[in-house]
């Protein structure tokens, strides 16, 4: 445990003169949701679902960003060649970038309700357990053609998944974007039943186990 906080301490400091980053973080968010609240007049049919969008890709760009930092940097390698063990690497990494992720949803949730007058039907709190749900460690910005772009399109933005092919559905009930969308409905707009409210929360959370554990897999095999 020791270890990971070692090593949430250091990505924090590594990444506090990292003007790209805390730009990330606390400017594009607010930044994005005033376009959004200039574009539609009236955003409410389509806030829940361009939140969920905005949550993931705003914090998939934040880790793949610093998680890339990092490499660059030369940080990762003096961590992994310390006597820190990789799921104490793993574990510091999900909390520091976590950490960050909170505050760049605490902007989110701020600027949607100051541009948009969102209303959470259900509370913020969860809508920021979604925005932790949403992290996804350890992926490089030129995936984001293969894993962002297939979600935004499948999972629920454009068309209800169970409207979809089923060649197109299956594939789109695996991927995180589909329960965040659901679940930022209930959220925002109460649509939806507290079951499917639920099933989704358990969805993303078995999700961000097994991206956590492939993450872990990842440095065990790189080192």
């Not at 914090?59 to 063990?85: D, K, N, W």
């Given at each position: 445990?020791?270890?990971?906080?070692?090593?949430?301490?250091?990505?924090?400091?590594?990444?506090?003169?990292?003007?790209?980053?805390f730009?990330?973080?606390?400017?594009?968010?607010?930044?994005?949701?005033?376009?959004?609240?200039?574009?539609?007049?009236?955003?409410?049919?389509?806030?829940?679902?361009?939140?969920?969008?905005?949550?993931?890709?705003?914090?998939?760009?934040?880790?793949?960003?610093?998680?890339?930092?990092?490499?660059?940097?030369?940080?990762?390698?003096?961590?992994?060649v310390?006597?820190?063990?990789?799921?104490?690497?793993?574990?510091?990494?999900?909390?520091?970038?976590?950490?960050?992720?909170?505050?760049?949803?605490?902007?989110?949730?701020?600027?949607?309700?100051?541009?948009?007058?969102?209303?959470?039907?259900h509370?913020?709190?969860?809508?920021?357990?979604?925005?932790?749900?949403?992290?996804?460690?350890?992926?490089?910005?030129?995936?984001?053609?293969?894993?962002?772009?297939?979600?935004?399109?499948l999972?629920?933005?454009?068309?209800?998944?169970?409207?979809?092919p089923?060649?197109?559905?299956?594939?789109?009930?695996?991927?995180?974007?589909?329960?965040?969308?659901?679940?930022?409905?209930?959220?925002?707009?109460?649509?939806?039943?507290?079951?499917?409210?639920?099933?989704?929360?358990?969805?993303?959370?078995?999700?961000?186990?097994?991206?956590?554990?492939?993450?872990?897999?990842?440095?065990?095999?790189?080192?």
């Amino acid at each position: 445990m020791n270890g990971a906080v070692t090593v949430s301490r250091r990505l924090l400091l590594a990444l506090r003169s990292d003007r790209r980053t805390f730009g990330l973080v606390l400017v594009v968010p607010a930044f994005i949701i005033y376009l959004l609240s200039e574009a539609f007049p009236r955003p409410e049919p389509v806030a829940p679902i361009l939140l969920a969008v905005f949550v993931f890709f705003l914090t998939y760009l934040l880790t793949a960003v610093g998680f890339l930092r990092e490499q660059t940097a030369g940080t990762l390698e003096c961590i992994l060649v310390s006597p820190i063990s990789r799921g104490e690497l793993v574990l510091g990494y999900v909390v520091g970038f976590g950490l960050l992720a909170a505050v760049q949803s605490v902007v989110l949730l701020g600027a949607s309700v100051y541009f948009l007058d969102v209303e959470f039907a259900h509370g913020v709190g969860l809508f920021f357990l979604l925005s932790l749900f949403a992290e996804n460690e350890f992926q490089a910005l030129q995936f984001i053609p293969v894993v962002i772009a297939p979600q935004v399109i499948l999972g629920g933005t454009f068309r209800p998944v169970e409207e979809l092919p089923i060649f197109l559905e299956l594939p789109a009930r695996a991927m995180p974007i589909t329960y965040l969308v659901d679940e930022m409905e209930y959220v925002v707009i109460d649509r939806g039943s507290v079951e499917d409210a639920w099933l989704a929360m358990g969805v993303l959370a078995v999700l961000t186990t097994l991206s956590i554990a492939t993450a872990a897999v990842a440095v065990r095999r790189a080192d």
